[in-house]
């Protein structure tokens, strides 16, 4: 199935391990990358079905978990590890399942409970993309505020643009959540975890605020005026919550 993809983004000291969302990649995180260097060595992951990750399943949580600790095992020592939406979530199943891995968690827009959602409302949306893209301009005009986010996320083929993840594989992803709730998971990790949620999130309400209650050194913020993608959408608050919450955790 082929090994993990790692992108080294550079930065001396505790490992920052960036797990990205469902469609990304891990150079999505380019820009928040340049400002963490200063905190550890920051590396992302491509996670499986992403990217120059692994083709192949299983596309289960346990799987996606079960790939990011062999990164955090490579690079020798605990990791504070931030993630975006599925990152978020395999970010804090890492920390409950591995906590040995993990010295502190940064959750951006995910829920643990999604059950009854089906992989329809995706498939809707998906399908309706102007695909093939005809430039990198043109799926900057199209997705708007999270552009240059999904800039990273296609590949020029010879008809143009396309998503660089298979859609069916991102169906079965998302499927699981769907089916699946994660709360035992939350109320596991041991380490400190602040949830950075959107103000204009996609997740159920009130479930990211009943996270940080439940976790047991859970800290939780909503970003006003934020869309899921919050680290882009707004990514001055964003920074300031996860640099006040890094120097914190690593006594900075």
Known sequence: ??????????????????????????????????????????????ARGHGR??????????????????????????????????????????????PELVHAVVVEDMAPDQRGKTVETWRG?????PVPFQSLAHVREFF?????????????????????????????????WGRREYWSSVEAVKCPMLIVEAEHTLMPPGQQAEMARRAQSGRHLVVPGAGHVVHDSQPDIYRGAVEAFLSAVLGR
Not at 5 to 29: I, K, N, Q
Not at 60 to 88: K, N
Not at 125 to 129: A, G, I, L, N
């Open 53 to 98: 990750g692994p083709r192949g399943g299983p596309w289960t949580t346990e799987q996606f978990v079960a790939d990011a600790a062999a990164v955090v095992r490579s690079l020798g020592e605990p990791a504070v590890v931030i993630g975006h939406s599925m990152g978020g979530l395999h970010a804090w199943s890492l920390a409950a399942a591995e």
């Open 125 to 129: 949306y998906f399908e309706s993309w």
């Open 144 to 176: 708007g505020e999270t552009g240059e986010y999904f800039t990273e996320c296609v590949e020029e083929r010879a008809d143009g643009y396309h998503l660089i993840a298979s859609l069916d594989d991102l169906y079965e992803i998302a499927a699981e």
């Open 1 to 46: 199935m082929g090994a993990v993809s790692v992108v080294d983004f550079g930065g001396d000291g505790r490992p920052v391990v960036l797990l990205h969302g469902l469609m990304g990649r891990a150079r999505t995180w380019w820009r928040v990358a340049q400002w963490l260097r200063r905190y550890g060595h920051v590396v992302g992951l491509d």
